[in-house]
């Protein structure tokens, strides 16, 4: 079955920069059409997508984030990866990866049919 | 302030039905599909229904969905402990070209 798990530090100083990956088995990231994604919750808040890559590479990202955000495939170790930049308190929150399903490749379907367990990324000196 | 509107908490004993409500607008919910997640306490959350009111795989009939217009909302009918959880509705939102999240919403089994 699909399965996603996140690995990264949990520990991040405020203006450094932030870097998940997201490790992907039982499905090969660049079959289907498949958008692979990144998801936030600070503690006791709601959730929050970061953005999304295509199998193509293609990614979007949340506006208010756009500037600090990247995202990109591995497809030899079947993972993916978040970097977000000049990190602050703010930032600090559980980061989940997810895997995006869509009903016949339309994006009014988008939903998150597989989540990681999540990483818990504090920001402080 | 999240984009889709939930009510924060929700409440029922074991046996009953509740309905959870979940609020946008013409962007999102009003021409999009909804969808429901369920957080169980210190885990990840978990797709509860889909596509407006599919269930996927493993997910007991007790849950059901519907929508209407720009709102939709989540049935559990014979309550038991193990939902209590919270409860995230999501849409996609054309003006914002991505998924949006309600604030979530908290069930406590009483």
């Known amino acids: 079955q699909v399965q996603l798990q996140e690995s990264g530090p949990g520990l991040v100083k405020p203006s450094q920069t932030l870097s998940l990956t997201c490790a992907v088995s039982?499905?090969?990231?660049?079959?289907?059409?498949?958008?692979w994604s990144w998801i936030r919750q600070p503690a006791g808040k709601g959730l929050e997508s970061i953005g999304r890559?295509?199998?193509?590479?293609?990614?979007n990202y949340k506006p208010s984030l756009r500037s600090r955000v990247t995202l990109a495939l591995d497809t030899s170790k079947n993972q993916f990866s978040l970097k977000l930049a000049s990190v602050t308190a703010a930032d600090t929150a559980v980061y989940y990866c997810?895997?995006?399903?869509?009903?016949?490749?339309?994006?009014?379907?988008?939903?998150?049919?597989?989540w990681g367990q999540g990483i818990l990324v504090t920001v402080s000196s | 302030q999240s984009v889709l509107t939930q009510p924060p908490s929700a409440s029922a004993t074991p046996g009953q039905r509740v309905t959870i409500s979940c609020s946008g607008s013409?962007?999102?919910?009003?021409?999009?599909?909804v969808h429901w997640y369920q957080q169980l306490p210190g885990t990840a959350p978990k797709l509860l229904i889909y596509?407006?009111?599919q269930r996927p795989s493993g997910v007991p009939d007790r849950f059901s969905g519907s929508k209407s217009g720009t709102s939709a909302s989540l049935a559990i009918g014979g309550l038991q402990s193990e939902d209590e959880a919270y409860y995230y509705c999501?849409?996609?939102?054309?003006?914002?070209?991505?998924?949006?999240f309600g604030g979530g919403t908290k069930l406590t089994v009483l």
């Open positions: 997810a895997r995006v399903n869509m009903v016949r490749g339309v994006l009014g379907s988008y939903y998150f049919d597989h």
């Open positions: 039982g499905v090969s990231i660049n079959s289907g059409s498949y958008y």
């Open positions: 890559i295509y199998t193509s590479g293609t990614t």
């Open positions: 013409s962007s999102n919910i009003g021409s999009n599909f």
């Open positions: 596509s407006n009111s």
């Open positions: 999501a849409s996609w939102d054309d003006n914002l070209n991505g998924p949006v």
